[in-house]
C-alpha cells in the first residue's frame, strides 16, 4: 500500500529548515528516503529500520516512529542543492513509494 | 553501493512496436526491479525480477504487455510489447545494495515517447 507524503510542496528560502513527512496505513519495519533532481535518477538517502537510532547525513536526517507507523525527513539549513523532489518508500522485499515532496529552494 | 548501466536512455518508438529495455549491474544480485515514471508522478512498480524464476508482477501490469528476462544475477531486459502513447514515461530498474546501511539504487532510466 502507497505511503502517504506531507505536504505535497515546499517552497523555502536558503537556510530556512523543511520536515516532510510520510505515514502509513499498514505496519512499518523500514522506510527508505530517496531524492530525486529533475532529469535524474533517485538518490538513496537513508533508511529507518525498525527498533533502529535516527539518522542522519550531512544536515539532513529522519525519525521513525513505529508506533504512529510514521517517519519524517528533517531539512535543516538548507541548501540550493537540496532542491528536488522526495520520496519515502515502504516495504519489506519490495519498495513502494509516495507520491513524492517537491523542494525548492530559493536563494 | 551497486553500478547499473541501463540503456537505451531514451527512444521514440511507433504505436504497436516494441521495445526492449537493458539493465547491466556491476555486481550479483537476487532481485532487480522494475519501475515506471510519469513526468511529475511517483515511481511505480512493475514487477520484480527474480534470476531462474518468473517475475513477479504488480497490479495493472501483465507480462504479456511487459515480459521481463533474467538469464544471470548481473542482466535484465524489460520489453514494453505493442506499445501505444500512454506507455510514454520513463522506465528506470533498480537493485537493493547490500550492506548495513542499504537502500535501493537505479539505472538512470529509459525516457519512452510513443507517437
Same mark, same amino acid.
Given at each position: 500500500q502507497q505511503?502517504?507524503?506531507?505536504?505535497?510542496?515546499v517552497i523555502l528560502r536558503?537556510?530556512?529548515?523543511?520536515?516532510i513527512n510520510c505515514s502509513s496505513s499498514k505496519a512499518l519495519y523500514s522506510v527508505h528516503w530517496y531524492r530525486q533532481k529533475h532529469g535524474e535518477a533517485p538518490v538513496f538517502l537513508m533508511i529507518l529500520l525498525k527498533g533502529g537510532e535516527q539518522k542522519g547525513h550531512e544536515k539532513?536526517?529522519?525519525?521513525?516512529?513505529?508506533?504512529?507507523?510514521?517517519?519524517?525527513?528533517?531539512?535543516?539549513?538548507?541548501?540550493?542543492?537540496?532542491?528536488?523532489?522526495?520520496?519515502c518508500g515502504t516495504g519489506d522485499d519490495k519498495i513502494i513509494f509516495g507520491k513524492g515532496t517537491r523542494l525548492h529552494i530559493l536563494p | 553501493s551497486a553500478v547499473i548501466s541501463q540503456k537505451?536512455?531514451?527512444?521514440?518508438c511507433q504505436r504497436g512496436t516494441s521495445l526492449t529495455i537493458q539493465c547491466q549491474v556491476d555486481s550479483q544480485v537476487t532481485m532487480m526491479f522494475w519501475y515506471r515514471q510519469q513526468p511529475g508522478q511517483s515511481l511505480t512498480l512493475i514487477a520484480t525480477a527474480n534470476q531462474g524464476s518468473e517475475a513477479t508482477y504488480e497490479s495493472g501490469?501483465?507480462?504479456?504487455?511487459?515480459p521481463i528476462s533474467r538469464p544471470n544475477l548481473t542482466f535484465s531486459t524489460l520489453t514494453?510489447?505493442?506499445?501505444?502513447?500512454?506507455?510514454?514515461?520513463?522506465?528506470?530498474?533498480? *537493485?537493493?545494495?547490500?550492506?548495513?546501511?542499504?537502500?535501493?539504487?537505479?539505472?538512470?532510466?529509459?525516457?519512452?515517447?510513443? *507517437?
Open positions: 505511503p502517504v507524503q506531507s505536504p505535497q510542496a536558503e537556510g530556512e529548515d523543511a520536515v539532513i536526517s529522519a525519525s521513525f516512529n513505529e508506533k504512529k507507523q510514521q517517519s519524517s525527513l528533517y531539512l535543516t539549513a538548507s541548501q540550493l542543492s537540496y532542491s528536488g523532489t522526495y520520496f | 537505451p536512455s531514451r527512444d521514440i501490469f501483465v507480462i504479456d504487455k511487459f514494453v510489447s505493442n506499445m501505444s502513447p500512454e506507455d510514454s514515461s520513463i522506465y528506470l530498474c533498480s *537493485v537493493e545494495d547490500s550492506g548495513e546501511d542499504y537502500g535501493y539504487t537505479f539505472g538512470s532510466g529509459t525516457r519512452l515517447t510513443v *507517437v
